[in-house]
């Protein structure tokens, strides 16, 4: 099992590449014109992101250094106990949605304290390995092709992340 | 996204306030900025670097290809888009990548889903529904092996850090199906996009009706 994952996490890149490179050869694509002509957009989308990541990025680390994040951990702790859920997760289950970085810094931090046999070690390994920062994929996304007007989008994408949250809290209370 | 943006901001000014941490968060918004540009720039070379392979996987109909294989999927999920289309080789691609967690590979492919989906938008300035669709699929964040997460159980010394991969693919795949469902529900629900023209031109109408 071990094995066969990190072959494929291995081989996964290499063999796109190949495979594009070689088809484009078999079917006479300029390779170089063509690789070229498409990488020029690079920096122009790159560029395009920068003021939605600098509205959503810059809310966020407000939102993280205003310390609401722990009066939450207060708030919810004595209703999450009665399911069997750390207090220690908690922080997690917020900044998951909101900063990648955060939730795996939040998670190492879990880890290395309380040790490799916790069920919050568990529990948040779930919860950040299941889940993809909503608000950077959002705003990256939508702010390479211009869009501000969100619609129903972000809602979606809380709504996934909360029944996630409540499914890795059930899964793991089964597995582990 | 207006209000989340206003009470994001305001809730923080107001919890550092009663925390006594206002100086952490007038400082964050130098980092923040910072880190923003960090990003951006950070995904330049690599966005460079996709952007042209998928140029070259599209001119040599790899993409289209692609698009062929999972059409009966697509059909479903996307209605907006026609099934010979760029974008729906380029959505089928990014998923793959994303499965297999090449991050870095799935962001400047799904990217480029987005542009050839803004193609086919009424409305270029609000998310289509094969947008929300996409990128509820996304935020779901569905991954076969959950790399980053077992590289830190193996440095606290975890015994078998292989056992999260399958509660973790239960959860994911709940969340993956769930982000469908919900954007389905949605997409009968919510008001639907006006064709940019027609609205300018009804604001136009209501411009002469006031001054009349």
């Known amino acids: ?176 | 996204m207006n209000y989340i943006f206003y009470f994001l901001i305001v809730i923080s000014i107001i919890a550092g306030a009663i925390n006594g941490k206002l100086t952490d968060v007038v400082n964050s918004i130098l980092m923040g900025a910072e880190l923003s540009v960090k990003v951006a720039f950070s995904l330049i070379g690599i966005m460079a670097f996709w952007l042209g392979m998928m140029k070259i996987a599209e001119k040599c109909g790899l993409v289209e290809i692609i698009a062929k294989i999972i059409k009966p999927v697509t059909k479903r999920l996307f209605n907006e888009i026609p099934n010979d289309s760029p974008a729906t080789g380029d959505i089928a691609m990014s998923f793959s990548a994303n499965a297999l967690g090449l991050t870095n590979a799935a962001t400047p492919i799904g990217i480029k889903a987005m542009e050839e989906m803004q193609k086919y938008n009424v409305d270029k300035t609000s998310a289509s529904n094969a947008m929300c669709m996409f990128l509820a699929m996304n935020t779901a964040g569905f991954q076969l092996i959950p790399a980053t997460v077992i590289a830190v159980l193996i440095s606290i010394g975890y015994k078998n850090p292989t056992e999260i991969i399958a509660p973790t693919l239960v959860v994911t795949t709940i969340a993956f199906l769930s982000a469908i469902i919900i954007s389905k529900i949605f997409q009968k629900l919510w008001t639907p996009q006006k064709p940019a023209e027609t609205t300018a031109k009804k604001e136009k109408e209501e411009k002469v009706e006031v001054s009349a």
């Not at chain 1, 020029?40 to 790159?46: E, I, L, P, R, S």
């Not at chain 1, 869009?147 to 029944?163: C, E, M």
């Open chain 1, 1 to 176: 099992m071990n094995g066969i994952m990190g072959f494929i996490s291995l081989w996964a890149l290499p063999f796109i590449i190949l495979l594009i490179l070689t088809m484009g050869l078999f079917k006479r694509v300029p390779l170089y014109e063509t690789f070229t002509d498409g990488a020029k957009d690079g920096f122009k989308v790159a560029v395009n992101i920068i003021p939605y990541l600098v509205a959503i990025i810059v809310a966020i680390s407000m939102f993280r250094a205003s310390g609401i994040i722990e009066s939450m951990e207060n708030l919810f702790a004595p209703v999450l106990s009665r399911f069997n859920v750390p207090a220690d997760t908690i922080p997690l289950m917020i900044v998951r949605s909101l900063s990648g970085s955060a939730a795996l810094g939040v998670f190492s931090d879990i880890a290395n304290t309380l040790g490799p046999d916790d069920y919050a070690t568990k529990l948040s390994a779930v919860m950040v390995g299941s889940s993809e920062t909503t608000f950077y994929v959002l705003a990256v996304y939508f702010g390479a092709v211009g869009i501000s007007k969100l619609r129903y989008a972000l809602l979606v994408g809380l709504l996934a992340d909360f029944i996630g949250i409540i499914s890795a809290i059930a899964v793991c209370n089964w597995m582990f």
